[in-house]
């Protein structure tokens, strides 16, 4: 019973709690930065210690911190052994969490555990935790005490051990078993060294209490340990062995100074009968109080308890049911008892009680012979502390547990407990999960009568719940924080009835000092009815006045009887206060508070309100003139109202009022009784019989229409005699007729032809006056009057309705009417039955079902039906459905089975209806009646969740037959609720109770009535119940609206999902139909659903249940949390300014919010949101002014205030309303000064400009002469510090270059790249990006086709054909020729020894025809021909390892060197031009000033590392972006990496952030030309920190883009300019007034800036250098493939004569460096994955012509009319051509390559890489050529004998039939 109170008590208390805070000033509090792991305190001094994850503090009681450490992180790794040296290699910064805190007064030490250096202890200063006392990482296991995981809970407690008549400060530990920890579960532990014992170390060696370390079975989870009576007492939970993963709790007991754990014993604690809550989570030991101990006392589960006694209350949770906790009590005693009856039992009973075993040995497996049997009976008493001699360790049997039956239970989880007593009774704290302290006060009924003050900060309260030294405050610690809050806030309650209404213990009402306190506050709180106790829920009442009421005309003395007022003092003074009218009061002496007082004048009552008889009057009892004790009401009545009551019974209405109130019938008036006037015309109180009156009118039943005479009899009417009456009621329409007297006390009215219709009868109440005076006369003359024609439409209800009414039919008007209104004779049978519809119109062949047949007449009673036919078959009667004469129910039976076939056919399943009523009258229906059979034929959809609850639509022929009531609709069997009936069925699943998910396809049937069943075989199946996995985000607030993801799967099958939220009501709530909030699901697929979290206004955010329902699947968001809606404080700053920040402040924004979702608004335009912290939200305001956000404020908006509104999800508020600060008019006599002074002074410096202009520059002229001959001294020195620099800055991009860091291209694109991307098509070509379009149906065939395809390629005489046919084609260009080489090495990529032979056959073919045409140096020198691009590709392919091995490294050491040269300087973005190239024609002709910045790159979402970047602060945005994705993304390969566009980069300069781009509405203007932002632009500072974040759609960044106009003036023409503006028509106007010499000054100048190309390539030259001699180094590694194509052109050149030496070097230059290195120099691209930009690729080509020239034999002869690029080299090419010959010449020498050996070779690359590559796409698109030159093809290949001898004309008809449907001649 208790357990259901309680339960019901925290429900209620979750609705209806008052948070409390106190008023003066804000609760004392501590925030630490790191989880708070553990708080204690020094009860000596009153100081906290608390310990967090790598912190310590020392804190003062009221929380300031007076000492801090920092205790980590420490370089740790939990396999290294302490102490971690640089030896332990995987030793990483690791978090220190405080696992234990103990406080030893006496030796004013506090000892700190933490979790790093397997858990070492240390010894501190507590008076000053910075001071480290002691600690030790080298004493090795002995010293490890505590735990290296942060999972492992640890318990600890101070005591002593002696040992040699010494005694040892020691403390005890308890833990659980973390992997890398001893397996001691107990072990002492000693303070000080001592012989052989060190400080920490462990000096019992128990081994029995250990677990078991293989098996880690008992899983224990200490919670809490505590030394009472000589014993020490550790709580915790545990399993009961490994298979069980249950836990129990228990608690563990022994001796203090037990010298081997002895007396170790375990009783398992259960908390409910069935030990539903099995997991201790916190405890607290205390004294119960008197109140308490007698309520345990009483329950009889605990013997003998007194208030002085120790209890240990703990809270606990349930495994069962997650969602609730409860605390259990259990008294010390109690447990001693129990363990002592547990330790007898084994030490002298066998471990036998009640003849059942009670006792095992836990930790162990000799469970059997554990305990002894001797007759000692008191041995458990002679060996408290155990011996060596008897057993142990000990633990109870789950039968014998101690258990505590009534716990209390709260939804949520309990997770602290402290428990306080005051005066008697016990009061708890109890923390729970979500940050809340419960006020409970332990009574008979325990009862939660509050929370704690403070914030709710959703973190779980820990489980050291303390109180300071003197009671009056408790420490409340969640996760980061300790706040300290008063126990009692009574103080804030000003009223009686709001301070008992608390329910506090602590509370009670100071009468006399009218103030809620505590007793010992209150002065005479030892007196009776002085202070009353909260709980009790009384305050001081009146009980009664006397007079209890008085007339609102007198005046007298009252008295007024108070109980329970306090006993006054001598000085005290009583007075009464009633309305504004004060008098001084008396006690009466003797009385128990009884008090009189004066009533206020009549004149100073207030008036009676209409419609009442008398006026409340509020009364005060005070004292002292200021100290309200009680108050109640006084009524003053008013006779003369009392006849408002009443109106047409005055007299009555006067005498039988509660005040005794007479009547004065000859004045008509009520007056105060008074017994002085007496008389005949005075009628007394309480005397109605006595007022003149008239009663008893005849009929009492009244026709409409018809004029019946009333009779009734008067009575008292003596003074009355001889005057006249009239009569009316508010039917006669404001008429009234006189009232003749007949003899004697009987009068009679002439009656009233009355009209009403709107029921069939109705109550007419008749006034009486006095036809002179006008006055009423006691009337109680009330009439029935009725209509005969209302709900009686037809004969037979009319002859139904009773005889009284005397209705008759009347068949003239077809009406029923009163009797004497019908002129023509009643019939004696109503008409024949008319029939006006059936419900339903169709029914089954088989009947069996109800037909409803509507209509009029059908008899009066149900046995007047006599019989029914439907369509010609007898329908049975349902008698108890019957509706007099308009509603008929029958079953119908089975239709008439068809006639013989020989009969001629008549439809006879369709007919009217019949019903015979009695009197042999007959109704036929116009409406017919089918049968027919419905075929239900398909079930969509035919799939769904076994949880039910799937809508599902049945289709097919007549299914609307019979009703919706009719039929019933199973699946498999499982009933479905039908929800519609017609055309289509449709009815929604039951839960599938199958075994087997997903089920077969079950059977869905269809019964129509008792004998019909329809089904539809293999419909329907139940599938599995869909599952949700995760949901994001895990809050809202209360107001709703927030975009909830879930996701999961399974929801395609999901026909409605809704997200609802239910008040979390237990068992036990009265409440029987909680609102519910539910949302509709926004968007759904098979994986993922929306929601906007419902509003659930007005709740309580603390007890709110989400729960998803998805169909009939309800799944709960258990960590779904509503928090309170935020709190937004008024603006501080009202006035804007443009692109300025408001910054709005309150409470909770962060709770369930984030800046990505919340809106803000300035008016209709919105504001970006930039911060969201918890108090603080940052905004951008909009830089234009908008408009205000509706019309009426558009009107009202006189001083341009725009309303600030913050929206989250549905919430919105309007937080203030802002302005915009006005530029201020300047006036006019400002202005004119301000623009003539500067105009003449224009004038005047224009003038002197010009004068000077000529002087100007001849002196400029100079200078450049003196620049000139500097200048040569100048480049030397620049190209050294600049090759210095960039050696120094190129370190770190080399040392790690090994292979893994180049990014090397994998073969395939390697190949892709080579052959592919410089086709038309590039990158979109269908060879690399593999796409064909083939229909689904066709590709079999396809794939078949292309395979007989290949093998034809594999033909040598068919592909030789096929290559010389299409040459021979004059629409085959060199494209289209280079192309078909590229597909043909791919298709035959499998055999490229093949591949070889052919391009060898083709090779020799065009050396003959080139010798003979007599110009043999032409060979090879373009890629005109199929064979010169296969020998291309085949280098391409020979070469890849050899890029890789060798040349790829310094070729990319190349590009990188001159990427960060080129980029060390400005390049000019528009006009690609840079400071620093290679190229003249790229050279940036203006010396541009810009200055080095480091930026510090923080990336958005990648944690909180920075990199620094160096930029230069002329770069524009997109260069920056550009520097720092190479800077962050290093080690990713260009195509991994984000594109400069999917990036946004901000600069947070301040507390506000703001968008870097190109273009913005900042952007500066020079005439029509536009400048790109820099960083200068933007003033962004040496070692800013920028972040640089991803962007989910791709869109231009501009801060600003809102309004049409903006976006527009940004994409006007693309005017825009870098660094050096282009000379327009605008500079050509300009040039034209300068002088020629001016123009030849400015050529020569820019000539200057040529020497940086020197300076480039001096720095680079080292990178060049190396490049080539990689390349052309005959000595260390030539490809094979290279020697063995150089010795065949070697012995072709032998062959034929007129090739010299120089043709050979011709040849072969063309066929390796000029076909392939100078190709793959000038694209990196082809071989590592970079991306070469435009000004990088303008120096590569100035080096790869070098390459060329060195490679040439001719003599390049050098003027100063060459280009800047042939002489940058000049110098060095002699040596180049130098290597090339040494390089061609070391070949010759090397040792040959036979063919045997090149084909093995090639065999391997096919091996390797061939089924990497697109052969299918290849062979297609060979195939495409074939298809092309289709019948020129077929015609070379019939005229060449070889070809017909295999058949090829036939082959290629073949694929062409299969390929494309050609028709062939077969």
Known sequence: MMERWWAWQFALVALATVYLSPSLGQNAEFQSDTLINNVVADPHTGRLYIGAVNALYQLNPDLGVESRTETGPKRDNRQCTPPVTDACDNAVDTDNHNKLLLVHGGKDVLVVCGSVYRGICSLRNLSNVEQLLYFSDTKGEKSYVASAEESVSVVGV??????????????????????????????????????????????????????????????HDFRFAFKDGGFVYFLFSRTLGFQDTKNYTFISRMCEDDQG??????????????????????????????????????????????????????????DEDPSTSAMCMYPLRSINERLVEIIGACYSNNGIINERAAVYSPYSSKAEELCSSNNQNNMALRYKCGAEFLPSPLASKAEYALTARHPLVGKGHMTAVAVAVEMGH??????????????????????????????????????????????????????????????????LKTDCQSCVAMKDPYCGWCVLEGRCTRKQECSRSSEDNTWLWSPNQQCVEIESFNPPNLSCKKTQQIDINIPTHPRLGPSDSLMCVFGNFTSNAVMVPGSQGLITCSLPDPAEIPPTPDRQDFVSVPVKVMVNKKIKVTSGEYRFYNCAATVRKNQNTPCIACVTSEWGCQWNARDHSCSDRDDGVDGDHIVKPQKPDSCPQFEAPEPLLIPVGFEIPINFHGRNLEIYTGRRFTMGTELMKHTEREVSQEQGSKFKFTGYEFAYDKQQEVNVSFHIKEKDTERKIDSTLTVVLYNCSVGREDCSLCKHADS??????????????????????????????????????????????????????????????????????????????????????????????????DLPFEPTHSGAVEVEVEGGRRGTSQVFFTYRDPKPMAVHPAKGPAAGGTRITITGDDLDTATKDDIAVTVGGFPCEVLSF?????????????????????????????????????????????????????????????????????????????????????????????VEFVQEVLSKNDTVLQFDSPSANGSDSQSLRTILQLDNVMEELKSFDYHPDPTFNQLNKNVITEASIIIVTGRGFSKAMTAKEAKAFVGDASCHVNILQDDKLILDAPSSQPRARSKRQRRDTTNDLLELVVKFGHGEWKVGSVYYARKDDIPLAIIIPAVIVPMLLFIAVSVYCYRRKSQQAEREYEKVKHQLEN???????????????????MEDHTSDLSEARIPFLDYKTYTDRNFFLPSKDGANDAMITRKLQIPEARRAIVAQALNQFSNLLNSKTFLINFIRTLESRPDFNARARGYFASLLTVALHGKLEYYTDIMRTLLLEMMDEHVQSKNPKLMLRRSETVVERMLCNWMSICLYQFLRDTAGEPLYKLYKALKHQVEKGPVDA??????????????????????????QVLVHGEGPDVTPVKVLNCDTISQVKEKIIDQVYRNLPYSQRPKVECVALEWRPGSTGQILSDLDLTSQKEGRWKRLNT??????????????????????????????????????????????????????????RGSMKDKAMTKAITEIYLTRLLSVKGTLQQFVDDFFRSVLCSGSVVPPAVKYFFDFLDEQALRHDNVDEETLHIWKTNSLPSRFWVNILRNPHFIFDVHVTEVVDASLHVISQTFMDACTKSEHKLSRESPSNKLLYAKEISTYKKMVDDYYKGIRQMVPVSDQDMNTHLAEVSRQHTDKLNTQVALHQLYQYASKYYDVIIQSLDEDPAAQSKQLTLRLQQIAAALENKVTDL
């Open 426 to 491: 016990a009061v708890a704290f109890l923390g729970t999960a979500t940050g809340e302290v419960l006020k409970v006060h332990l009574s008979a009924h325990p009862e939660v009568y509050g929370r704690a003050p403070g914030d709710v900060t959703g973190d779980k309260v820990n489980k050291n719940l303390l109180f300071d030294t003197s009671l009056q405050h408790l420490y409340i610690t969640t996760e980061k924080k300790i706040i300290k809050v008063p126990v009692q806030a009574c103080h």
């Open 261 to 318: 754990y002895y007396s170790y014993t375990e009783l398992q604690l259960n908390c409910s009968s069935t030990n539903k809550y099995n997991k201790a989570q916190a405890a607290y030991v205390a004294t119960p109080g008197e109140v308490l101990a007698q309520s345990l006392k009483k329950s009889g589960e605990y013997g003998d308890v007194s208030a002085s006694d120790k209890v240990l209350f703990v809270t606990f949770t349930s």
């Open 982 to 1074: 017609g055309k289509q069925i449709t009815c929604k699943t039951g839960k599938y109770r199958g075994q087997k998910v997903p089920s077969d396809l079950l059977t869905v049937q269809v019964k129509y009535g008792k004998n019909t069943t329809k089904d539809v075989t293999a419909a329907f199946q139940y599938a599995e119940n869909p599952k949700i996995t995760d949901y994001n985000p895990k809050a809202s607030f209360l107001c709703g609206g927030r975009r909830i993801v879930v996701m999961g799967n399974g929801f395609d099958l999901i026909q409605r999902a809704t997200m609802k939220v239910l008040p979390a009501t237990d068992e036990f709530t009265q409440n029987p139909t909680p």
């Open 804 to 901: 009284t009414y005397q209705c008759v039919w009347c068949s003239a008007t077809r009406t029923c009417v009163y009797r004497e209104l019908c002129p023509s004779p009643q019939p004696a049978q109503c008409p024949d039955p008319e029939i006006t519809d059936i419900v339903p119109r169709f029914g089954p062949l088989n009947g069996r079902i109800s037909v409803t047949i509507k209509g009029s007449n059908m008899g009066i009673k149900k046995e007047d039906i006599k019989k029914i036919t439907v369509a010609g078959v007898d329908c049975v009667h349902q008698e108890d459905r019957y509706s007099v004469s308009t509603s008929v129910v029958c079953e119908i039976g089975p239709a008439k089975r068809a006639p013989p076939s």
């Open 1271 to 1289: 200048l040569e001294e100048s480049v030397r020195d620049r190209c050294k510090k600049e090759f210095t620099d960039l050696m120094i800055e």
């Open 1575 to 1632: 960083l200068a632009h933007y003033n962004v500072r040496d070692n800013a920190t920028l972040v640089l974040s991803r962007v989910l759609h791709t869109q231009s960044f501009h801060q600003h883009q809102d309004s049409y106009e903006e976006k527009n003036s940004l994409l006007e023409d693309d005017n825009t300019f870098h660094l050096v503006r282009p000379a327009d028509e605008i500079d050509e106007v300009k040039s034209k």
């Open 158 to 219: 101070m005591s002593y051990f002696t040992k040699d008549r010494d005694n040892f400060t020691v403390f005890l530990v308890g833990k659980g078993y973390g992997n890398h920890d001893s397996t001691k579960l107990i072990s002492t532990r000693i303070l000080q060294d001592y012989g052989d014992w060190v400080v920490f170390d462990s000096i019992i060696e128990a081994s029995a209490v250990q677990a078991n370390p293989f098996l880690l079975r008992y899983l």
């Open 1470 to 1495: 528009k006009m690609k031009k840079a400071k620093y190239t290679l190229n003249d024609t790229g050279l940036l002709g203006d010396d541009v000033e810009y200055s080095v910045l480091t930026l």
